[in-house]
């Protein structure tokens, strides 16, 4: 071919791009990062673990055609003497659960899980959860991103409508607009969404005047939410599942806060019965993750739920991710096991990493009611997990009702960025709605999102009293 001819082409690649591309929208939560990067900020904006809650902190591997092991660090073990000292190995069953064996698991497995991982899972799920109904499955996936993905992809077309709270995970919001879902946002109170606005939600569809089909998938976050911090009691589940039997509606449970949630008695008080453990008829999809109480970067988490349900979900990953990854299930065996399987999983090690989360939770609280006027703020109940919805009391603000919650709002995010502190405005997290507010509910309903789960308790304290600072100028106090 003659060489003229062999110039680049040039390629409009957006003629390219898919129904999903072009309305691929990213989290709301990027258009912070910026402020993040301001020197000396004070970051309340990101809900990530302490890297000191990763039960693993360093690692050999053996490498045969190097004819070598070498060593990866992690966060308290930097160098290969640190490394805790080698526990006895005893060969066990293959059929016996956690029973990591690289030789298998770096190997493709099944989409819905290696052998001895699956059925951990599955007698964890049976103490945890015990449904009520026997034909339920469980697929490990990626995470809970991935298993909420699948449960979409499983069940919803574009142009169908998805209910979620009111104030909702943007890891949830914005993945459904690009799959070109429409979220229609439940009210919430205290105690999570209103079983009965939901009532009214679906009472009150018309498909021509929504355009649309009626919703048939609710998509919440029960314990300890992203971002209303808000545990739902088990009389509001139960309210909420009998308004979803009613109207026919499936409950997708995403729960990947379940284990850092504040007990009166820790360990030997129960968690509060899921979604799961309440379904009589099969209608709830519970997705679970290791992200917050082993490491994010594990990718690894669970869906379980009436089987017919978690094979369309299986078959969504299998197009996906395959299989989960074998590092992961291999590493995450071995810890499990290191503990003392399920005893140990319940007794000992969710009790030590709740525990952590649950003392800075109400460290912040404390904090809050030290350094904050409280004719500002509205203080939420605690309940675990890695954040506080804080109500800014609009309704005592002088500029209002001059001026918009909304811009109250805004001003209040400018002076905390001017006071180098960092929190979420509400708005990010909030879902369409198809009730206008007056003012006056709008104040009801203006929040900051602020994360304890990171920074340290004397950057925690500073922190807050950057807050307050901020707030007292904006109140004019
Ligand atoms: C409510 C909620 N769901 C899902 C996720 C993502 O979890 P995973 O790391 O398991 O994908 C998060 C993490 O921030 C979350 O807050």
Known sequence: MPAATRTRIPIDYASYFSLESKYRERSRLKEIKPFSEIPGMINFGVGIPHPSTFPVDGMTLSLPFVGKSVFVPGYGTRTPEELQELAPYTPTSKTEALNPDLAEELQYSATYGQKHFLSWIKEHVRRVHAPLYDDWEVCCTAGNTDGVDGVMRALLDRGDHLLVEEFAYPGLLSPAVSLGLKSV???????????????????????????????????????????????????????????????????????????????????????????????????????????????????????????????????????????????????????????????????????????????????????????????????????????????LKIETHPDFPTLSPSIIAKRVFDTMVEEKVLAVPGLYFRAPSLDALTPEEEARKTFFRISFSLPPPDVMKQGVERIGRALARDWRL
């Open 185 to 391: 946002g439940v009210p919430m109170d205290d105690k999570g969404i209103v079983a009965d606005e939901l009532d009214r939600i679906m009472d009150d569809w018309d498909e021509n005047a929504r355009g649309g089909p009626r919703p048939k998938l609710l998509v919440l976050v029960p314990t300890c939410s992203n971002p209303a911090g808000v545990t739902i009691p088990v009389e509001r589940k139960r309210e909420i599942y009998d308004v979803c039997r009613k109207h026919n509606i499936l409950i997708c449970e995403d729960d990947p806060y379940c284990f850092l949630q504040i007990r009166p008695n820790d360990a030997a008080s129960p968690i509060v019965p899921t979604f799961l453990s309440l379904d009589i008829d099969g209608r709830v999809i519970r997705v679970d993750s290791f992200s917050k109480i082993v490491a994010p970067g594990a990718r690894l988490g669970f869906v379980t739920g009436p089987a017919p349900l978690v094979e369309k979900i299986m078959n969504t990953r299998e197009s996906a991710t395959q299989c989960p990854s074998g590092f992961s299930v291999a590493a995450v065996s071995a810890v499990l096991r290191a503990w003392g399987s399920h005893d140990g999983f319940e007794n000992r090690y969710i009790p030590y990493i709740s525990d952590i989360y649950s003392k800075r939770c109400l460290m912040m609280i404390d904090l809050l009611k030290q350094h904050v006027d409280p004719g500002t703020i509205e203080i939420p109940q605690p309940s675990g997990g890695m954040f506080l919805f804080v109500r």
